[in-house]
C-alpha cells in the first residue's frame, strides 16, 4: 500500500514539466520601459503651509538604467499661492544640426533612404509608422511601416558610434526596420516632412 501511494504523490509531478530530469534555467526577467518624451514645462503646487522652500532633489535614471539623485540646498521663503516651475529651456530639440548626414548604401530601396549623423538616424520614406518597440539583448529599436510592397530583406553593417546594424524585412502586410545599437539609450522618434527622425537622448 504504501508503494501505491507513493506512486500517486509522484505521478503529477512527472506530468509538471515536459521532462522532469532536465534542470529548469531560469530565466532572466525583463523590464523595458519605453522611453519617455523629452522633458517639458512642469508645474509643481506646494501646500498652503509651505513658507522656505529647503532643498529640491532630482532623481534621475542613467544610461545604465541605475537609479540616482541630485539634491540642491535652495533655503528660501517662498509665495505658496505660486507654482513652481521645472524646465530645460536650453535644451536641444530631436531636430538638430549635427553635420552633414552619411548615406547608408547598402540599403538603397526604391521607398527607403536611410542617412546618418551622430546619434540620429533619418529614414526617408513616405510610409506611415505603425508602430515601434523596444528590445533587449542586444539593443534594438524596431520600426513597423504600412507598405504592403514585397522587397527582399536587406541589412548593414554600420561604422562608428552609436549605431551597428540596420535590417529592413518584408512582413505581409508591412516591412520592419530593426536599427541595433551598441548600447541602450533613450530615444525618441519624430516625424518629418520627408520621413523620419530616429535620435538617441
Request: hydrophobic share 45%; glycine share 4%.
Amino acid at each position: 500500500m504504501r508503494s501505491i501511494a507513493l506512486f500517486l504523490l509522484i505521478i503529477p509531478l512527472l506530468w509538471a514539466r515536459p521532462n522532469p530530469f532536465e534542470p529548469v534555467e531560469q530565466e532572466a526577467a525583463e523590464s523595458i520601459l519605453m522611453p519617455p518624451k523629452q522633458l517639458d514645462e512642469k508645474r509643481v503646487k506646494l501646500p498652503s503651509s509651505a513658507r522656505v522652500l529647503k532643498s529640491i532633489t532630482f532623481t534621475h535614471q542613467d544610461m545604465d538604467g541605475s537609479i540616482g539623485a541630485t539634491s540642491i540646498n535652495i533655503d528660501r521663503q517662498i509665495d505658496w499661492h505660486a507654482e513652481i516651475r521645472v524646465d530645460q529651456p536650453d535644451a536641444g530639440l530631436l531636430t538638430r544640426t549635427l553635420g552633414a548626414y552619411t548615406a547608408v548604401e547598402d540599403i538603397a530601396l526604391e521607398q527607403n533612404l536611410f542617412f546618418i549623423a551622430g546619434d540620429v538616424i533619418k529614414m526617408k520614406t513616405s510610409d506611415g509608422l505603425i508602430r515601434s518597440f523596444f528590445l533587449p539583448r542586444p539593443s534594438r529599436i524596431v520600426m513597423d511601416f504600412n507598405n504592403s510592397l514585397q522587397f527582399e530583406a536587406h541589412s548593414a553593417k554600420l561604422d562608428g558610434d552609436y549605431f551597428t546594424e540596420i535590417d529592413v524585412s518584408f512582413h505581409e502586410t508591412f516591412y520592419r526596420v530593426i536599427v541595433t545599437l551598441d548600447s541602450f539609450y533613450p530615444y525618441s522618434i519624430e516625424a518629418v516632412s520627408d520621413g523620419y527622425l530616429l535620435g538617441l537622448n
